[in-house]
């Protein structure tokens, strides 16, 4: 098997939205795919309407082909502090036309109000890896360790793109999609997540990489000199993080995994307006030393196609440039 996924982009890239279709007959969610987690979980007749702001719903009792887990719930708290809790389902889950037929699809019957007020998520896809999953009290595996066995190659690969449409691919690695070769790091997935490291300018960096986290997280020390070359950049604690003004000339960033050296143009680096002013901008890159650890969220994966790779006993992450 392999399959194609076109992934959206909402604004700003702030996060890019996934068609999947679950049950018989299909219904058709857009998921946030998070290798920074490990439920698929979904908007549903069992969320309730006062936290349903325009999401799809599963209904599972539309489904010929669901089935509810007796006994089993599930409850995930993201390190942004959104969090939701609920039920658990089995039904056919097809992405990109890669299908299996008895995935844990897990029924919101609680959401925090951050997903309440994201009116076009319908719910999370996690492909990090299945320690990670809450489902109590037998855990579940997520959809690419389900259909791992099937693929042609045990792979997912990941091409997001700035300001436009990227794809996800299962079980095929599509050599049109990148220049040059793809270099291989070693992962730790010790602590459940794609954990790699890069060197950022001498700095060698140790972080996940996230499609489910907007920006790139840093050490202070190589955010903080990244941002001395801009103009009038400050880190302001009222805004969040590190601001600058909106025509500033930011420079290109690179790390480099391995003998890859992605480069992540100035551009991407400035994400968005911080205020209605529309002068003040707020930084892509920002420090990680209030999170904990170091994330290579989309800024940077969107500079890159990144293969997640578990064609060997130790699963791998590929870099290339595109
Ligand atoms: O909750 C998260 C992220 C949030 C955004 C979406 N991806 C997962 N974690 C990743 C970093 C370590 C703590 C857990």
């Known amino acids: 098997d392999s399959g194609s996924a076109k992934t959206t982009p909402e604004q700003y890239d702030i996060q890019y939205l996934t068609p999947v279709e679950i049950g018989t007959p299909a219904q058709t969610l857009n998921l946030d795919f998070d290798s920074g987690s490990s439920d698929l979980w979904v908007f549903s ?34 390190g942004d502090g959104s969090s939701s809790s609920g039920s658990v389902y089995h039904d056919v889950v097809n992405v990109g036309g890669v299908s299996f037929d008895s995935q844990a699809v897990e029924s919101a019957s609680k959401v925090s109000d951050q997903f309440a007020q994201d009116s076009n998520n319908d719910g999370l896809l996690g492909l990090a890896f299945s320690t990670l999953n809450t489902v109590t009290p037998t855990s579940e595996k997520t959809f690419f360790d389900n ?26 690695i599509d050599d049109s999609k990148y ?60 805004q969040g993080g590190y601001v600058f003004p909106c025509d500033a000339d930011l420079p290109d960033l690179t790390f480099s995994p391995g003998d890859a050296k992605i480069t992540i143009p100035g551009e991407y680096i400035n994400y968005a307006p911080a205020d209605e002013s529309g002068s003040t901008c707020f930084g892509g890159i920002q420090s990680s030393a209030d999170v904990g650890i170091n994330i290579y969220g989309d800024i940077a994966l969107k500079a890159a196609f990144v293969v997640f790779d578990q064609t060997t006993s130790s699963p791998r992450l590929g870099w290339a440039s595109k």
């Open 45 to 78: 007749t069992d969320t309730p309407s006062s936290s349903v702001n325009g999401q799809t719903q599963y209904d599972p009792s539309s489904s010929s082909s669901s089935e509810e887990v007796s006994g089993a719930s599930w409850s995930i708290s993201y």
């Open 179 to 238: 220049t040059g070769d793809i270099s291989y790091v070693d992962v730790d997935d010790s602590q459940g997540f794609w954990s790699f490291t890069a060197d950022i300018d001498g700095t060698s960096v140790e972080g996940i990489a996230d499609t489910g986290t907007t920006l790139a997280l840093f050490p202070d020390d190589v955010v903080s000199a990244y941002y001395k070359q801009v103009d009038g950049a400050e880190e302001d604690s009222q």
């Open 147 to 172: 259909i791992i066995d099937n693929l042609d190659v045990a792979a997912w690969t990941a091409d997001l793109k700035y300001h436009e449409a990227g794809t996800y691919d299962f079980g095929v």
